[in-house]
């Protein structure tokens, strides 16, 4: 009995958890833009040319594959990362109209996690 009860929790706890969506086409990525009109210009300007067009070597915007990793990292590093420039990223994105919220949002949207923390 007291293994039904586990087992049963452990299912609910599965039925939870979403699923990771598939990574956008090429088409949608370069379709995708933040709701927020700033946030989308500033995206526009300056993530876009990297995040939304494959073989950059970008993670692509909204590819959770992609991002997951680099997200279980915290955000703090994130914003580290593009604020500081890593490995192909240039320091700040390129994006000189960018505050550190703007960039926290944006990364939180190019991550497909914008309507979370998690």
């Known amino acids: 009995m007291r ?3 586990v087992l049963a929790v452990a299912l609910g706890l599965a039925a939870c958890s ?8 090429a088409e949608q990525a370069l ?4 709701a927020d ?6 995206y526009a300007d300056s993530c876009k040319a990297c995040h939304a067009i494959p073989g950059t070597g970008a993670p692509l915007v909204h590819d959770r594959k ?7 990292q915290g955000e ?3 914003l580290d ?11 700040g994105g390129q994006c000189v109209a960018c505050t550190p919220s ?5 990364i939180r949207f190019m991550a497909g996690r914008e309507d979370s923390a998690g």
């Open 3 to 5: 293994f039904l009860g």
């Open 66 to 72: 992609a991002w997951d990793p680099r997200w279980k």
């Open 37 to 42: 009109a700033r946030l989308a210009t500033l």
């Open 31 to 34: 379709a995708l833009a933040p």
């Open 81 to 91: 990362h593009t604020v500081q420039g890593f490995q192909a990223m240039p320091a």
């Open 76 to 78: 703090a590093v994130l």
């Open 18 to 25: 979403r699923p990771v969506p598939p990574a956008p086409t």
């Open 102 to 106: 703007d960039f926290n949002a944006l």
